[in-house]
């Protein structure tokens, strides 16, 4: 079993900041790619912010210069600083992984449970 565990959140003005951190734990051999998605009410879920192994990193072109993700593989976690954040950032943010389990040799996608956004003056 592998676990994603979502920290960070709330609700903000427009303007502030906000970090989200996610922990992949579990019956982990490797992980490979790992990032966030958010969904807003009534579209579709789309990627945020993502990393591969060789630490190469992809930005939505609307968080560009705005959002900052970053990754420590020696402990499996992943967090997204997200400054000057706009109204149209609310959405349910979610941790996504691919991983290699102990027990599961086959790459898995995962899903963390998912941490509300809110932007709003």
């Known amino acids: 079993q592998v676990q994603l565990v979502e920290s960070g959140g709330g609700s903000v003005q427009p303007g502030d900041s906000l970090r989200l951190s996610c922990a992949a734990s579990g019956s982990i051999f490797v992980v490979n790619s790992m990032g966030w998605y958010r969904q807003a009410p009534g579209k579709q879920r789309e990627l945020v912010a993502g990393?591969?192994?060789?630490?190469?990193?992809t930005y939505a072109d609307s968080v560009k210069g705005r959002f900052t993700i970053s990754r420590d593989y020696d402990k499996n976690t992943v967090s997204l600083q997200m400054n000057s954040l706009k109204p149209e950032d609310t959405a349910v943010y979610y941790c996504?992984?691919?991983?290699?389990?102990?027990?599961?040799?086959?790459?898995?996608?995962?899903w963390g449970q998912g941490t509300q956004v809110t932007v709003s003056s």
């Open positions: 996504h992984a691919q991983v290699l389990g102990l027990l599961v040799r086959s790459w898995q996608e995962h």
């Open positions: 990393t591969t192994p060789g630490g190469t990193t």
